[in-house]
């Protein structure tokens, strides 16, 4: 039986790049200020004004209501760590020492399914709290995390892109598995969960200095051998992690030449971080293929550095927003937009309110690889949605009542925002999440 559902309010959505103006490109976002999302068996069937669709919906329709709420695609996360939610934000140290001290530990944990399988019920939960609908995500070296991730997120009906994480050194024992032992994994996994439903595999090994070289290139001829698949890794993070794998790498030109030797860059490539990139790297990011998801408030945090955001879109090279959980210390994408500004600010580059929330949705969306599916109101696209409440604090309740622009409410959200601003959650056309 066919199930009908729309959405009435404030409606916004992106089409393509508003570029870097303080006004959007000429038909590059759909604004609705009352209007209606159509959806049928999950899928958007309408987008329009609701005076232009009232005449057409029937006694059939079951209607949400969201006066005074804004409407956009679900937002997507293109990089944090299933396995790392319950260390989020801890006491801060550098990359190499901040993985011994929390990460490490934590990950053991997951060999125990009981533990894999509660801590996936809250990682979604949390998810959808925040208005997540999509994320890439990293699991751990146990191929437990894996299927508890995945088996959770069927249940929710998700779009969700995971893997394995291979590691055969420089790790406790614990963690660390072998060169075959991390094909035969990935692969057994990859056929039980890849294509089924909304749920797709990547291949993951976690960076450069916890695999060897042996493992590398395997990890390239298993991605190589199942076109259209997603890779992730990390890339040039920390400088003292460069220097690592320079020693471990001698033969490498660069960090990126460590993964292009071993097959590790093309189309649906995605590479953390990549702070302390230059611009031959980045062409040969955007010739290869790869795309970078920009982490600012984990580079932040750990003290990183600064991510050149304008160096990468000169260059051509994708680049998604993503909140890196657990070095990042916010699920909330609204929460990283106003960290990703701040980064931008301190090296002379303006982050409008248009290219924030465009990345959220379409650009993230584009960089994985799904923008023929999700990231855009459009006919035909999955319907995951977010509800925002653009009064959802006392304070943003103060500036919402001075009749902002749509731009300024943008940036209200942008800069105020967090999880208390997520109305409503929605997957696939059905209530996944209402704030109490």
Known sequence: MTQWQALRGELLGFHRDPGDSEQPRANSLTH????????????????????????????????AHYPGQLIMPGFIDPHLHFSQLDIIASHGRQLIDWLNTYTFPEE?????????????????????????????????????????????????????????????????????????????????????????????????????????????????????????MVMQTHLCENRAEIEWVAELYPEAKDYLDVYQRAGLLGPRSVFAHAIHIDDD???????????????????????????????????????????????????????????????????????????????????NAQMLGLADRIGRLAPGLEADLVVLDPASTPLMARKQAHGPTLAEKLFNLMMLGDDRTIRATWVMGRLAYERA
């Open 281 to 363: 790297m980045r062409t040969r990011l955007r010739d290869g293929g790869g795309a970078i998801a920009f982490c600012p408030s984990s580079n932040t945090f750990l003290g990183s550095g600064l991510f050149d955001r304008r160096a990468a879109r000169a260059a051509g090279v994708p680049v998604g927003l993503a909140t890196d959980i657990g070095a990042g210390t916010s699920l909330s994408q609204l929460t990283t937009l106003s960290d990703a500004y701040k980064v931008c600010q301190l090296q002379g580059d303006a982050l409008t309110p248009w290219q924030a929330f465009d990345a959220l949705t379409r650009g």
């Open 32 to 63: 609705y200020p009352d209007g209606v999302v159509l959806i049928r068996d999950g899928v958007i069937e309408a987008v329009d004004h609701y005076a232009a669709m009232a005449p057409h919906l029937d006694h059939t329709v079951a209607i």
């Open 108 to 228: 053991i944990r997951l060999n125990d399914r009981d533990y894999a399988e509660a801590l996936a019920e809250g990682f979604i939960q949390q998810l959808l709290a925040h208005g997540t609908t999509t994320a890439l995500a990293f699991c751990t070296s146990h191929p437990n995390s894996v299927n508890a991730l995945f088996e959770r997120a069927e249940r929710e009906r998700m779009r969700l892109i995971a893997g394995k994480v291979m590691m055969d050194r420089n790790a406790p024992e614990a963690l660390c598995d072998t060169v075959d032992s991390s094909i035969r994994d990935s692969r057994a996994l990859m056929r039980h969960w890849h294509g089924r439903g909304r749920l797709e595999y990547a291949v993951t090994p976690r960076f450069a200095p916890t695999s060897t070289p042996e493992q590398l290139t395997a990890a390239g001829r298993l991605w190589r051998g199942e076109p259209g």
